[in-house]
């Protein structure tokens, strides 16, 4: 039972354009969502968080936005780079659960020049 | 400052062997969690150390364990390897971002192919 959803497995965009990078999820009493990127032959890199009392959270070209109605979250990249090419990981975590995140099984985005 | 270390990179094992995957964390950081990471189930929580003590535990078996030294640097073992333990190993330390999110740090992972 999966309780971290990425529905699109894959993602093409130009460069200069906008990724939408979608995740839902299913238990309510996540306390934080966070996005990571990862490229081959390394480990999972640390993009963006929000706090589940948040509806948005930007840290320069990355903005992610937190619908609670719906248990959906997207990350936005503005404009698409083509280093940005990699694979992106939802997680879930809960404040007493520590460092048990849950991750979604992630999108390939790949931005072409 | 140095991330995360983690050995060795690659390792290939045969059922029935065991093994035992060595992580250093970023200096400072206390807190060592192991993920497991494969095609079908994605990243997987294995288990968390902090200051010697196991703090978390996910859903694996008793073949999967592990330690945490006075250094902070952890090791897991995986027992009786099965084919199905192929996978890369990632340990990552945990340090708060300002949000309050326990931001984790990931090594490059330990590829472990069993035959």
């Known amino acids: 039972d999966q309780q971290v959803k990425q529905n699109s497995p894959s993602l093409s965009v130009q460069e200069g354009r906008i990724s939408i990078l979608n995740c839902d999820y299913t238990n309510s009493m996540f306390d934080y969502f966070l996005w990571y990127k990862k490229y081959p032959a390394e480990g999972p890199t640390f993009l963006i968080s929000?706090?589940?009392?948040?509806d948005k959270n930007e840290d320069g070209r990355f903005t992610v936005f937190l619908n609670k109605s719906a248990k959906h979250l997207s990350l936005h990249i503005v404009p698409s780079q083509p280093g940005d090419s990699a694979v992106y990981f939802c997680?879930?975590?809960?404040?007493?659960?520590?460092?048990?995140?849950?991750f979604g099984k992630g999108t390939t985005l790949s931005v072409s020049s | 400052k140095a991330g995360v270390t983690q050995t060795p990179r690659y390792l290939i094992k045969t059922r029935g062997q065991q093994v035992t995957l060595s992580c250093s964390p970023i200096s400072g950081h206390r807190s060592v969690s192991w993920y497991q990471q494969t095609p079908g189930q994605g990243l997987q929580f294995l288990f968390e150390?902090?200051?010697?003590?196991?703090?978390n535990k996910g859903n694996f078996p008793g073949r999967f364990s592990g330690r945490q030294f006075s250094n902070s640097r952890s090791e897991m073992n995986v027992s009786t390897l099965e084919l199905g333990d192929s996978a890369l190993y990632l340990c990552a330390s945990s340090g708060r971002s300002f949000s309050g999110a326990n931001v984790l740090t990931f090594g490059a992972g330990s590829r472990l192919t069993v035959l």
């Open positions: 929000i706090s589940s009392i948040k």
């Open positions: 997680a879930a975590s809960k404040i007493q659960a520590g460092t048990a995140l849950i």
């Open positions: 150390y902090f200051s010697e003590t196991q703090r």
